[in-house]
């Protein structure tokens, strides 16, 4: 507890508002776009990264093409935190990779790391809660909040494990599957989040499959902020030969923030 | 007749042993294995711990598959005694014969297991990943035979090598999708095969080809391979009257090496040899030798020895055999190989296929590339089983499949 992360969902919690948080693959469309995209996000009240791995299980289409892009450019941790450390006009990061990254990096390296460049929290995907009290603990000495996932799957005794070691924010897997823009949001989140409330009292935002404004403004009628990943991607992906590309991105972010703060 | 029947009697229930105390109850080999997946995959794999659990005690389950295995897949399978192999090399030879079980391969005994269980748990689709087809012909085939709709992952690249196999499993009803994406073999078709069950959990049950992936996958496929160890010890007992020197199999995951390694683990007089794919040679991108190149990592529910870069990203691998195409091993022989009950070497692509033309010329049985990984190492120089050893080599498979990957190699159309 007492992380900066979680002190900053306090503030926005409190004053009545929603958090939006937009999500980039580190590296792509290339490392020098990135770091544009980076600044064009300030609308937004946090900014999840995602520090791509090969074989990114948890990733629908849009994610996984990002991240093979990402990899042939040569992103990887080391750079991920020299980008960060230089491009500091932009929200507070959280940063979303797989285990394997982080270890091969190794664990009390990336912490530290990852800290001094203002990442507040850290979601690993594919490391069940239980087995990262090590990982925690080193990621806490670093004011690096560990944010953790919550399922539609997941039963509410275990819901309460999770929450406890949570200590930034719970992230609400809105549907069971991969990440990946949906058309239509279904009732999975409300559901989980209905039941995660009677457990719980920390601040739950919801991700996988919001893409438009409509999707943030009815995710925050009932929970405490969304994030857009594989939508913006996609926009990348679509505009990336275009100029353009950092107004188009920065003015969807806006009205992505919008539609969250209303 | 009561001989033959213990030959498919279930595992002993009781975990007295020190090979049956792993893995422990958080799917762990030492400091391997694990469930390293998403947090929408948790609840389902306890519940299929769960219902494996139930399943391996209930009599009914166990005889319901013990019949299946006796007249469908046709167990026991024979231990055969390869007289010219021996007389050539100065050993004395068995060959444990998956290769003459149904499907020709060892996979369908742990495909038919594990759709009993995906019928028992009212999950009326099953998926299933595949790199050589083998284990995607066993679970279709399974799949057939049971009622239940199938569709299996295979890489592109693997669709090619392998076009046989594809044909089999769309003439049992199965649908074949092929997976584009990455190095488009047998990892990036396990990946694509964990994003659909992800997504189709509650009506789909994974069924996972090798002794990989989160708990209790590679504990359950284990089990239901370990018959082929049982079998053998009866077999050999029979024949020679003594427990062998040596067992030899292939390791690509590693189920068919487990399944006749696990019965003899406690046995110290009994050496095992896991034998890797070494592909073109032992340099990045080029091989599949784990246990030369890899060190530890976690990849797709488990930790275990990975082929990666310094970054922690998978390196891309080669062998002439689609089988044992792969950048990670069970960890259940991660943690043998640390303690040293069981060896590991690995041979490259062309001392597999000398492996290939010696069984095929002296015996008559043309063996699957994989299967011919164990064999060509018994005709290396640098061989460490000691002449007039008995051995048993594990044939996994039958050669049908490869011919085309034989001719090309050859560097025939």
Known sequence: MGSSLAAQMHRIRSCGSKAFIPFLTAGFPDPQRFRVLLSQTRAADLLEVGLPFSDP????????????????????????????????????????????????????????????????????????????????????????????????????????????????????????????????????????????????????????GISTPEHVRETCAFADGAVVGSALVDLIRQQQASEALPQLFAARVAALAAAAHE | MSGEKRLTDPAPGGRTSARHALPDRGGWFGVYGGRYVAETLVTPLAELERAYAEARADVGFQEELGTLLENFVGRPTPLYFAARLSQQLGSRIYLKREDLAHTGAHKINN?????????????????????????????????????????????????????????????????????????RTLKDAISAAMRDWVSHVDSTHYVLGSVLGAHPYPMMVR??????????????????????????????????????????????????LGIEAGGEAIEPGRHAARFAAGRSGVLQGTKSYLLQDDAGNVLETHSISAGLDYCSVGPEHAYYHDNGRIQYDSIDDDEALAGFDALTRLEGIMPALESAHALGYLLLDRSRIEPGSLLVVNLSGRGDKDVQSVLRARGKP
């Open chain 2, 111 to 183: 495909t038919v297991g594990q759709c009993l269980l995906a019928r028992r748990m009212g999950k009326p689709r099953v998926i299933a990943e595949t790199g050589a087809g083998q284990h995607g012909v066993a679970t279709a085939t399974a799949a057939a035979l049971l009622g239940l709709e199938c569709d299996v992952y295979m890489g592109r690249v693997d669709t090619e090598r392998q076009a046989l196999n594809v044909h089999r499993m769309e003439l049992l009803g199965a649908r074949v999708v092929p997976v584009d994406s990455g190095s």
């Open chain 2, 223 to 272: 089990d239901f391979q370990s018959i082929i160890g049982r079998e053998t010890r009866t077999q050999i007992l029979a024949a020679e009257g003594r427990l062998p020197n040596w067992l030899v199999a292939c390791v690509g995951g590693g189920s068919n090496s487990i399944g006749l390694f696990f019965e003899f683990l406690d046995e110290p007089s009994v050496r095992m």
């Open chain 1, 57 to 208: 299980v948890a990733d629908g289409p849009s994610i996984c093409h990002a991240s093979e892009v990402a990899l042939r450019h040569g992103m990887d941790a080391g750079r991920l935190f020299e980008i960060l450390a230089q491009e500091t006009e932009r929200p507070p990061v959280v940063l979303m990779t797989y285990l394997n990254p982080l270890l091969a990096y190794g664990a009390e390296r990336f912490m530290r790391d990852a800290g001094r460049c203002g990442v507040r929290g850290v979601i690993l995907t594919d490391l069940p809660p239980e087995d990262g009290g090590e990982l925690f603990e080193l990621a806490a000495a670093h004011d690096v909040a560990s944010v953790l996932l919550v399922a539609p799957t997941t039963p509410e005794e275990r819901m309460q494990q999770i929450a406890a070691r949570t200590t930034g924010f719970l992230y609400c897997v809105a549907v069971a599957g991969t990440t990946g823009a949906r058309k239509q949001l279904g009732s999975d989140a409300r559901e989980t989040i209905a039941r995660l409330r009677r457990v719980t009292a920390l601040p739950v935002v919801v991700g996988f």
